[in-house]
């Protein structure tokens, strides 16, 4: 059988499943496979936090609705907690440990017995403690399971004609900040307005760093196209309270702030 087959085999055997849906790639393929399989006993559950770009949850409900799954709706409160929000180097296994209590919670309401994510094959190649949480928190991970990477699940996504196969992947906003650096619901805001803001340019893969300070670390697909609009980008990211703005030289790259994990910036 294909890994795609041997997918679908594995969610007909939980007979009811419940996918944790944030609209991006591999969540939108996976919610398809469930729908495919399960049809109404397959459900999603998309975490509307403050973390969460506000173009992913417009996404999201798009994505859903050209599925045909149903989708529903939770809101946690993570930045209500004094100790996520200083930002340690363990922020992401707080923050799944969390949203998978709100999960877990929301599919006993429901009877659901099994929870999917989209992680992939590929995540086991960075540095994911979010990822030990919910293995802790028996939430199941078919594209690792089956071995599925990110080019694969963008294959298969094109193959099954779904929308917007070829978007760039997107991360929680809290993986903008240096660990050590304190998030706050200014902070989170205005590095999604200043995102959404260089993808209106045209951009298509964009990180935008918060450093101490007020400091912009820009990365984009294109350094000279940056470069070149510096006064008009330089003039927005002062708008909505950044006080320098720089472009990172190394371009755009998932991750980095993992390197900070040790060397934590005090702010």
Partial sequence: MT????????MRERRRLLI????????????KLAHDALGSNAATLTIDSALIPRSEISSSKTFAEEIGIDQNIVHPMELEEEHFRMNPP??????????????????????????????????????????????????????????????????????????????????????????????DPVRVDRVDRAEEYLRGLGFTCVRVRHFPYNLAFVEVDDISRAVRMKDEIVARLRELGFAFVSVDLEQFASGKMNRTAVTPAHG
């Fill in 3 to 10: 890994p795609r087959e041997q997918i679908l085999e594995a």
């Fill in 90 to 183: 363990d922020r992401c296994y707080l923050c799944r440990k969390a949203r998978d209590a709100v999960a877990w919670q929301w599919a006993r309401e429901h009877e659901f017995e099994h929870i999917a994510d989209g992680l992939s094959y590929s995540d086991l190649s960075d540095y994911r403690p979010g990822l030990r949480a919910s293995t802790e928190d028996r939430i199941w991970h078919p594209f690792i399971e089956f071995k599925l990477g990110k080019g694969e699940i963008r294959r298969l996504s094109r193959e099954l004609g779904l929308s917007g196969w070829d978007r760039p992947s997107m991360a929680c906003l809290a993986s903008r900040f240096p660990h050590g650096f304190g998030i």
């Fill in 20 to 31: 944790l849906y944030s609209g991006g790639l591999d969540s939108t393929l996976l919610a």
